[in-house]
């Protein structure tokens, strides 16, 4: 039923699911970009509900607070204290270590403004958790979620940085002047 709804709703929005939704692990890191708007998150729901992924999502904590904490953690939300230095990767990969089947999904950006530099939690957090990434665009100006093939970080950031860079470029956010520049 909620898969009927979900894609029903894309469809009333207009945005199509491309690319490698066939190939999608059952362990798995989604980087998903760019975040320019609120409207990520309905969209990201529709994408779980239409392709009935087993997907939780890290978000900052002030989400989790009264009086909608409650909704949050119930869609799968994973409260993230973003002003604190606490081993952050770490916690996160104790977390999900006994799960065979989750996902997590994680923008890289951090934030909905614009940013020169990409936060490098959600690799490490693949790394650690040996999980390959899926980068998944939200692109508005084509009305696409589009997913790319795993991809198994091999632990040089900055290399494997260049290839999620590169899947990205050109695609528009809701907000594409805020988007981060895709140009590393």
């Not at 040996?130 to 692109?139: A, C, G, Q, S």
């Not at 990205?168 to 002047?177: A, L, M, R, T």
Request: proline share 5%; aromatic share 14%.
């Amino acid at each position: 039923m909620m898969q009927r709804i979900s894609l029903w709703l894309a469809k009333l929005w207009g945005f199509r699911f491309t690319g490698a939704i066939d190939h999608i692990p059952r362990r798995v890191m989604f980087v998903v970009m760019p975040h320019t708007s609120n409207w990520d998150f309905p969209l990201g729901l529709i994408t779980r509900g239409a392709l009935k992924l087993k997907l939780r999502f890290i978000a900052k904590n002030s989400l989790f607070k009264w009086p909608y904490g409650f909704i949050f953690r119930w869609l799968g939300g994973i409260p993230v204290d973003r002003s604190k230095s606490q081993n952050f990767v770490h916690n996160v990969v104790k977390s999900i270590e006994k799960y065979d089947d989750i996902s997590l999904a994680m923008s890289p950006e951090g934030t909905r403004k614009r940013t020169d530099k990409l936060k490098s939690g959600f690799y490490w957090i693949a790394m650690e958790a040996k999980m390959p990434l899926v980068m998944v665009k939200f692109d508005f100006g084509n009305k696409e979620v589009n997913f790319s093939e795993p991809m198994v970080p091999v632990g040089d950031y900055e290399a494997d940085l260049s290839k999620i860079v590169a899947h990205f470029k050109g695609v528009k956010g809701y907000n594409p002047e805020q988007g981060y520049l895709f140009e590393t």
